[in-house]
């Protein structure tokens, strides 16, 4: 019974239904609550005064042709549209159980008549609360709507229901409980009050007494008053029109307004529906009875889960712990190489003390022996012993010169303990499922027409077999060190394709693939043996910015497709960018286990560069040994501060700041001789500029130089027009700056070891062009080769 109570409260002011009345589309409203949600319509805008007007169909026309057909033949009753002329105008609220209705547009007139009889303006409109459906009142009102005596018994029976225990009705005091009812006096007693005022005896013996709660039955089920017409107030329902779905009585049938309508008599009908109810209700009792056992089975996985959590945390907790241990004895163990390595190298440095200590005072004992032989005044003497004391004290001191003062032992530890691959296992450790619900994915292909490589750069794609049914949900790319070390991810994503950046060049690397799903990875691709390109082929050095010219060769990546391109090898920093438009050209070779990809050298479009490809004869094929690489390059605006302007394809850059800015070029070196230049294109009010080389994480908000990243020169001789020559020799170690082809010193800096970018700062006084694809000065390389 408790579930019903939402069935019978009132949807505007939340409570028990009071006088409900019901509404054609057959939801209810007490009939208080709907006097109190009414909206007059303005009478400008009213279906009259528009037809008078000669305006057209509008809604308001609809709203009188609802009103028209309200409990008309063939009408239900209702009109639906999205809002009537004053609901915009008119604030909405909530009631208590959260339906949103309209107040009156204006206060009620006040009245001494009930809300049924009490007259409503002209062209009031009501909505109804739940289903929002509006329509126009007609000239009776809210009397016009039939009133729900059905609902009104249910709710008198559910308050009965949840009232206290019955009462004895003729106790004078405190009422006493009731024991019995007779059902001829419909009166209940208690005992001392039915021996008093109910004997069995007399005409009252032959009345029946049954138990409190079987005569509340009984007093539901006595006859109610009969429901009268809703046009005929003094006439009793007697039929039922099925057309129209509603009671009506005699004088209705008489008066022809369901003349051609279906009327069958109103006790068939009502024994009709209700075995017709009874029926729904079956299947409705049903699907509950389906739904409660459902919540006992969801309950059941509550508890379960729960179970199945606990235990589940345990053996998880237990794994890990045993990851912990595994590490820390690997942990014990190479702590105790370190303090042997420590151990060692405190042995050997105090050995080499102590050797030096006696040592050092064995000379200290010979100089201070020569010192006092010096004060003797005996010549002859003193000749008779200094031969022997100048052989030993020249003899001792080149004992002190064979590597006596440098220490055996260096105070670094030549121990590097290389954790990457493990924390990668430990970032990737995951749950794998435990029953497979579909296969691993197939395989993934390298497509070796798409792949390529660009100065110091590779591209790579792949694809899924043809006859794959198994989805990807994306690719993990693989690649080597260079040197044939181990693999590393270098692309973990969707794309099939990938260009990865800051290679070494003339280096030689692995690469390969897998795909995986929520069910695994695949098995890996064939291995892709690659060779990073040696440049451009030249014999002369060309003119800057417009007459050199790339000649695409073979195996283009098509340009619509753009490869996802990694920045550094095992760099995390992933962008989109079109790869180079210049390519290498390859020779591929496959085996059962690998495949090969051989890059050569691109030839150049310029006078005086006629190489031969590969369909010459090998006779006229170019020593590319006698040919010196050269790289293409530009600015990096990704790396670059945010200060930093630029222009001409990136070869160009200046500053928006008075302070100094780094920007880097977007090629690194770290084999090979590299030659660039760069031209000063405006040079005002004392700047100052530096070129140079840089690492990567080098700061970009200070002058080049200022940190332990970067290598550079500062002025010097640099004016407007001027054109400074950047030389980095990776195989000697050495940095040489030129400044209008004239070397600046000796080499500038030595010991140059490592990944460099091509660097320059400058502040927004300053405006640089950088020309790249340079072959290294004449004297340089005759200098290197005899060398």
Same mark, same amino acid.
């Given at each position: 019974?408790?579930?019903?109570? +939402?069935?019978?409260?009132?949807?505007?002011?939340?409570?028990?239904?009071?006088?409900?009345?019901?509404? @054609?589309?057959?939801?209810?409203?007490?009939?208080?609550?709907?006097?109190?949600?009414?909206?007059?319509?303005?009478?400008?805008?009213?279906?009259?005064?528009?037809?008078?007007?000669?305006?057209?169909?509008?809604?308001?026309?609809?709203?009188?042709?609802?009103?028209? =057909?309200?409990?008309?033949?063939?009408?239900?009753?209702?009109?639906?549209?999205?809002?009537?002329? =004053?609901?915009?105008?008119?604030?909405?609220?909530?009631?208590?159980?959260?339906?949103?209705? *309209?107040? @009156?547009?204006?206060?009620?007139?006040?009245?001494?008549?009930?809300?049924?009889?009490?007259?409503? @303006?002209?062209?009031?409109?009501?909505?109804?609360?739940?289903?929002?459906? =509006?329509?126009? %009142?007609?000239?009776?009102?809210?009397?016009? *709507?039939?009133?729900?005596?059905?609902?009104?018994?249910?709710?008198?029976?559910?308050?009965?229901?949840?009232?206290?225990?019955?009462?004895?009705?003729?106790?004078?005091? !405190?009422?006493?409980?009731?024991? /019995?009812?007779?059902?001829?006096?419909?009166?209940?007693?208690?005992?001392?009050?039915?021996?008093?005022?109910?004997? #069995?005896?007399?005409?009252?013996?032959?009345?029946?007494?049954?138990?409190?709660?079987?005569?509340? /039955?009984?007093?539901?089920? =006595?006859?109610?008053?009969?429901?009268?017409?809703?046009?005929?107030?003094?006439?009793?329902?007697?039929?039922?029109?099925?057309?129209?779905? &509603?009671?009506?009585?005699?004088?209705?049938?008489?008066?022809?307004?369901?003349?051609?309508?279906?009327?069958?008599?109103?006790?068939?009908?009502?024994?009709?529906?209700?075995?017709?109810?009874?029926?729904?209700?079956?299947?409705?009792?049903?699907? !509950?009875?389906?739904?409660?056992?459902?919540?006992?089975?969801?309950?059941? &996985?509550?508890?379960?889960?729960? +179970?199945?959590?606990?235990?589940?945390?345990?053996?998880?907790?237990?794994?890990?712990?045993?990851?912990?241990?595994?590490?820390?004895?690997?942990?014990?163990?190479?702590?105790?190489?370190?303090?042997?390595?420590?151990?060692?190298?405190?042995?050997?440095?105090?050995?080499?003390?102590?050797?030096?200590?006696?040592?050092?005072?064995?000379?200290?004992?010979? &100089?201070?022996?020569?010192?006092?032989?010096?004060?003797?005044?005996?010549?002859?003497?003193?000749?008779?012993?200094?031969?022997?004391?100048?052989?030993?004290?020249?003899?001792?001191?080149?004992?002190?010169?064979?590597?006596?003062?440098?220490?055996?032992?260096?105070?670094?530890?030549?121990?590097?303990?290389?954790?990457?691959?493990?924390?990668?296992?430990?970032?990737?450790?995951? *749950?794998?499922?435990?029953?497979?619900?579909?296969?691993?994915? $197939?395989?993934?292909?390298?497509?070796?027409?798409?792949?390529?490589?660009?100065?110091?750069?590779?591209?790579?794609?792949?694809?899924?077999?043809?006859?794959?049914?198994?989805?990807?949900?994306?690719?993990?790319?693989?690649?080597?060190?260079?040197?044939?070390?181990?693999?590393?991810?270098?692309?973990?994503?969707?794309?099939?394709?990938?260009?990865?950046?800051?290679?070494?060049?003339?280096?030689?690397?692995?690469?390969?693939?897998?795909?995986?799903?929520?069910?695994?990875?695949?098995?890996?691709?064939?291995?892709?043996?690659?060779?990073?390109?040696?440049?451009?082929?030249?014999?002369?050095?060309?003119?800057?910015?417009?007459?050199?010219?790339?000649?695409?060769?073979?195996?283009?990546?098509?340009?619509?497709?753009?490869?996802?391109?990694? &920045?550094?090898?095992?760099?995390?920093?992933?962008?989109?960018?079109?790869?180079?438009?210049?390519?290498?050209?390859?020779?591929?070779?496959?085996?059962?286990?690998?495949?090969? %990809?051989?890059?050569?050298?691109?030839?150049?479009?310029?006078?005086?560069?006629?190489?031969?490809?590969?369909?010459? #004869?090998?006779?006229?094929? /170019?020593?590319?040994?006698?040919?010196?690489?050269?790289?293409?390059?530009?600015?990096?605006?990704?790396?670059?501060?945010?200060?930093?302007?630029?222009?001409?394809?990136?070869?160009?850059?200046?500053?928006?700041?008075?302070?100094?800015?780094?920007?880097?070029?977007?090629?690194?070196?770290?084999?090979?001789?590299?030659?660039?230049?760069?031209?000063?294109?405006?040079?005002?009010?004392?700047?100052? @500029?530096?070129?140079?080389?840089?690492?990567?994480?080098?700061?970009?908000?200070?002058?080049?130089?200022?940190?332990?990243?970067?290598?550079?020169?500062?002025?010097?001789?640099?004016?407007?027009?001027?054109?400074?020559?950047?030389? %980095?020799?990776?195989?000697?170690?050495?940095?040489?700056?030129?400044?209008?082809?004239?070397?600046?010193?000796?080499? !500038?800096?030595?010991?140059?070891?490592?990944? *460099?970018?091509?660097?320059?700062?400058?502040?927004?006084?300053?405006?640089?062009?950088?020309?790249?694809?340079?072959?290294?000065?004449?004297?340089?390389?005759?200098?290197?080769?005899? $060398?």
């Amino acid at each position: 019974m408790e579930e019903m109570e +939402e069935e019978l409260k009132c949807p505007v002011c939340g409570s028990f239904y009071r006088e409900p009345i019901i509404l @054609p589309c057959s939801h209810n409203i007490c009939q208080a609550c709907a006097r109190n949600i009414l909206v007059q319509t303005p009478e400008s805008e009213s279906p009259q005064s528009r037809r008078a007007s000669g305006s057209g169909v509008s809604d308001y026309d609809y709203l009188d042709l609802d009103k028209m =057909s309200l409990y008309s033949e063939a009408d239900s009753g209702y009109g639906s549209y999205g809002g009537f002329a =004053s609901a915009p105008t008119t604030p909405c609220q909530k009631s208590p159980n959260g339906v949103r209705v *309209f107040p @009156p547009a204006m206060p009620p007139p006040p009245t001494h008549l009930s809300p049924a009889l009490a007259p409503v @303006p002209r062209n009031s409109c009501i909505t109804c609360p739940q289903c929002h459906r =509006s329509l126009i %009142l007609d000239d009776r009102g809210l009397r016009g *709507f039939p009133k729900n005596r059905v609902l009104e018994g249910v709710i008198d029976r559910y308050q009965q229901s949840k009232a206290a225990a019955l009462k004895c009705q003729l106790c004078e005091k !405190a009422p006493k409980e009731a024991t /019995v009812m007779c059902e001829q006096c419909d009166v209940f007693y208690c005992d001392p009050c039915r021996l008093r005022c109910h004997p #069995p005896r007399g005409p009252l013996a032959k009345h029946r007494l049954v138990p409190p709660a079987q005569g509340r /039955v009984s007093r539901r089920l =006595s006859p109610r008053k009969v429901s009268t017409c809703t046009d005929h107030e003094l006439e009793n329902h007697s039929m039922y029109c099925v057309q129209c779905k &509603m009671p009506v009585c005699y004088q209705c049938l008489e008066e022809g307004k369901h003349s051609s309508h279906e009327v069958k008599a109103l006790g068939a009908m009502w024994k009709l529906h209700k075995s017709q109810l009874s029926q729904a209700l079956n299947g409705l009792s049903d699907r !509950a009875k389906e739904a409660k056992e459902f919540l006992v089975q969801l309950r059941n &996985m509550v508890q379960q889960i729960q +179970e199945n959590s606990v235990e589940f945390e345990a053996c998880l907790v237990a794994q890990c712990d045993a990851l912990i241990d595994a590490l820390n004895r690997r942990k014990a163990q190479l702590l105790a190489r370190v303090n042997k390595e420590h151990e060692h190298k405190l042995k050997v440095v105090r050995d080499q003390i102590s050797h030096c200590t006696v040592k050092l005072r064995q000379t200290t004992g010979l &100089m201070e022996y020569c010192l006092e032989v010096i004060k003797e005044n005996d010549p002859s003497g003193f000749l008779q012993i200094s031969d022997a004391l100048i052989r030993r004290v020249h003899l001792t001191e080149d004992q002190w010169g064979k590597g006596t003062l440098t220490p055996r032992m260096t105070t670094d530890f030549d121990l590097s303990l290389d954790n990457s691959p493990l924390l990668q296992s430990i970032h990737q450790l995951d *749950f794998v499922q435990m029953k497979a619900s579909s296969p691993v994915p $197939a395989t993934p292909i390298l497509q070796l027409e798409e792949c390529c490589t660009h100065n110091n750069s590779a591209t790579l794609s792949w694809k899924q077999p043809p006859l794959s049914a198994v989805p990807a949900e994306g690719y993990i790319l693989e690649l080597d060190d260079g040197n044939g070390g181990q693999f590393r991810e270098v692309y973990v994503g969707k794309e099939t394709m990938c260009t990865v950046d800051g290679l070494h060049f003339n280096s030689t690397y692995n690469a390969r693939v897998k795909a995986f799903n929520k069910t695994g990875v695949s098995q890996y691709s064939k291995t892709l043996v690659l060779q990073t390109s040696e440049g451009k082929a030249l014999q002369h050095k060309p003119k800057r910015n417009t007459d050199s010219e790339e000649q695409t060769l073979p195996f283009p990546v098509p340009s619509e497709r753009l490869p996802l391109r990694r &920045m550094s090898p095992f760099s995390s920093t992933l962008n989109l960018q079109p790869s180079f438009p210049g390519r290498s050209y390859f020779d591929f070779r496959s085996s059962p286990h690998q495949l090969s %990809l051989h890059s050569s050298l691109q030839s150049l479009n310029a006078p005086g560069c006629n190489f031969e490809t590969h369909s010459a #004869p090998s006779s006229q094929l /170019v020593d590319i040994k006698k040919l010196l690489a050269v790289a293409w390059f530009a600015f990096d605006p990704g790396s670059a501060h945010s200060d930093i302007i630029f222009s001409n394809d990136n070869l160009t850059v200046t500053c928006s700041s008075y302070d100094d800015r780094v920007v880097l070029g977007k090629t690194g070196f770290s084999k090979g001789v590299h030659y660039w230049e760069l031209t000063v294109d405006r040079y005002d009010n004392h700047p100052d @500029p530096a070129f140079g080389v840089a690492r990567m994480d080098v700061m970009k908000d200070v002058m080049l130089g200022k940190d332990d990243k970067a290598w550079a020169i500062t002025e010097g001789g640099i004016t407007k027009g001027a054109t400074i020559g950047v030389l %980095l020799d990776l195989n000697r170690k050495t940095l040489t700056f030129f400044i209008n082809d004239e070397q600046q010193g000796p080499i !500038a800096f030595e010991n140059v070891e490592g990944l *460099f970018f091509p660097a320059v700062s400058l502040n927004r006084n300053v405006q640089v062009t950088l020309h790249t694809g340079l072959p290294v000065p004449d004297f340089y390389s005759s200098r290197a080769s005899i $060398a």
